[in-house]
T-cell receptor, first 114, second 112 residues
Framework: KAGVTQTPRYLIKTRGQQVTLSCSPISGHRSVSWYQQTPGQGLQFLFEYFSETQRNKGNFPGRFSGRQFSNSRSEMNVSTLELGDSALYLC?????????????FGPGTRLTVL | GEDVEQSLFLSVREGDSSVINCTYTDSSSTYLYWYKQEPGAGLQLLTY?????DMKQDQRLTVLLNKKDKHLSLRIADTQTGDSAIYFCAESMWTNAGKSTFGDGTTLTVKP
């Protein structure tokens, strides 16, 4: 069974640009969550999606947005990039939001903003 | 608000037991988790415990929960060099397992 796939794995952008990150969950998983990991702030929750609906959103500015498609794949977008957006962005999928025993994380996308 | 705290570093000898501690503030948390992160990798869910449980054992891992003190611990028996990693404690509500609050992680170093 394939794991959670995140693309691209590494990305370098400059300030002011925008970026789209992709997450493909494990087959049969309908819940996808996104987290930002930085040395200073640790792991911060960004979004949670289930069946194409955003169920929860973390405390991030409106420049951060996301969506989930009918095949459960999810994308997150960051517009007007700032240096502080440099981070490892992690995606996790599970069967549904009440099944933590089925939660798996992807390897992450390392975003560097210059 | 929600907060999860862990000590930052732990060093043990190979073959010893490791105990990683965590405290949390949200008394309504239902799930409490331990994750492992190795360099360059995502998070691996090691184990989780419901808030109505006191203990859970899974092979070399033992989780203890003290609800009164909001204290969670992870004991790794017979610690091996391959256990060297960052260990994260996290909590969530049962209806929002995908929205977890994480601690800052404990870096476990296992010396041969």
């Amino acid at each position: 069974k394939a794991g959670v796939t995140q693309t691209p794995r590494y990305l370098i952008k400059t300030r002011g640009q925008q970026v789209t990150l992709s997450c493909s969950p494990i087959s049969g998983h309908r819940s996808v969550s996104w987290y930002q990991q930085t040395p200073g702030q640790g792991l911060q929750f960004l979004f949670e999606y289930f069946s194409e609906t955003q169920r929860n959103k973390g405390n991030f500015p409106g420049r951060f947005s996301g969506r989930q498609f009918s095949n459960s794949r999810s994308e997150m977008n960051v517009s007007t990039l700032e240096l502080g957006d440099s981070a490892l962005y992690l995606c996790a999928s599970s069967v549904d939001p009440t099944r933590p025993d089925t939660q798996y994380f992807g390897p992450g996308t390392r975003l560097t903003v210059l | 608000g929600e907060d999860v705290e862990q000590s930052l570093f732990l060093s043990v000898r190979e073959g010893d037991s490791s105990v990683i501690n965590c405290t949390y503030t949200d008394s309504s948390s239902t799930y409490l988790y331990w994750y492992k992160q190795e360099p360059g990798a995502g998070l691996q869910l090691l184990t989780y415990i419901f808030s109505n449980m006191d203990m859970k054992q899974d092979q070399r891992l033992t989780v203890l929960l003290n609800k009164k003190d909001k204290h969670l611990s992870l004991r790794i028996a017979d610690t091996q060099t391959g256990d060297s990693a960052i260990y994260f404690c996290a909590e969530s509500m049962w209806t929002n397992a995908g929205k977890s609050t994480f601690g800052d992680g404990t870096t476990l170093t296992v010396k041969p």
